[in-house]
């Protein structure tokens, strides 16, 4: 069984201005490179995005208390394959459960962290192993590919379920009371700034995204040749959303009507 750090792993990035502790050194990449000469058939890959995670797995799996590695450390082939499935099983179960030990039959329950967030972190920690394609047999392959991971998720998953996991991230949208007081909070900004952008500009953006069921990014390109006049229904106007997402041919796109809400 590994030691953890005091401190929650979180997702955050690393420091970069954090140190090394002693027995688990980390290089540099000029020391790095001169490794690399060694083992030709290897070089540890880069991903901005994914790196962060491997280097809280790797100061979990060497009981580093603090200060953590940093987000942009290169480890060496050898100090990769020194990684098990226990190790990784236990940094989960310690994100989720706060605890590496953990038994849900005696109440113990995943509210520090969501099940995507786990597999987004056992995804991320993939991506650097020098034998990630097959599963984990015999002391060998890819220690993310392992059944107790998928025992664990699923254990997680199912508190969710019950209302017994973490609080759920997902982006809703906005209710009409929510709606309302943002329009509010970017009018008193702009009267209080005396700011154009926030009294009219993104008012009026939030108001036409509203009013077309639309996209920001159909409100962005919005040009002010875009609204028209209509001929048949002179109480409306006509307008263009020229960005829809699923749009592939201009007949697709037809105008659209627009009625104000003043006068019934």
Not at 17 to 43: F, K, L, R, S
Not at 150 to 177: F, H, M, N, P
Request: one cysteine or more.
């Amino acid at each position: 069984m590994v030691g953890a750090p005091t401190e929650d792993e979180g997702v955050e990035d690393g420091d970069a201005e954090e140190g090394v502790a002693p027995g688990h050194v980390a290089i540099t990449a000029a020391e790095y490179n001169a490794v690399a000469v060694v083992d030709q058939a290897w070089t540890m890959p880069r991903n901005t995005d994914y790196e962060g995670q491997l280097c809280y797995l790797m100061a979990f799996a060497h009981q580093r208390q603090f200060p953590r590695y940093p987000k942009n450390t290169l480890f060496t082939k050898d100090q990769l394959l020194e990684l098990h499935p226990q190790h990784i099983h236990d940094w989960l179960a310690r994100k989720a459960f706060g605890k590496i030990e953990f038994s849900v039959e005696n109440g113990d329950r995943p509210v520090h962290a969501r099940s995507s967030t786990l597999e987004f972190m056992k995804k991320a920690v993939s991506y650097f192993m020098p034998d990630n394609a097959p599963h984990w047999c015999n002391g060998h392959g890819n220690p993310t590919k392992h059944n107790m991971h998928r025992k664990l998720l699923d254990a997680v998953k199912k508190c969710e379920v019950r209302g017994q996991g973490a609080e759920s991230k997902v982006k809703r949208a906005l209710t009409i009371a929510e709606f309302y007081k943002k329009l509010e909070m970017l009018r008193a900004c702009g009267v209080g700034h005396n700011d154009y952008k926030y009294s009219i500009k993104y008012t009026a953006m939030s108001l036409w995204q509203y009013h077309l069921i639309g996209r920001i990014d159909d409100v962005c390109n919005f040009g002010t040749a875009n609204p028209m006049g209509n001929p048949e229904f002179p109480f409306a106007i006509k307008t263009k959303v020229q960005w829809s997402k699923n749009v592939r041919d201009e007949k697709e796109c037809p105008p659209q009507i627009l009625m104000g809400s003043g006068d019934r």
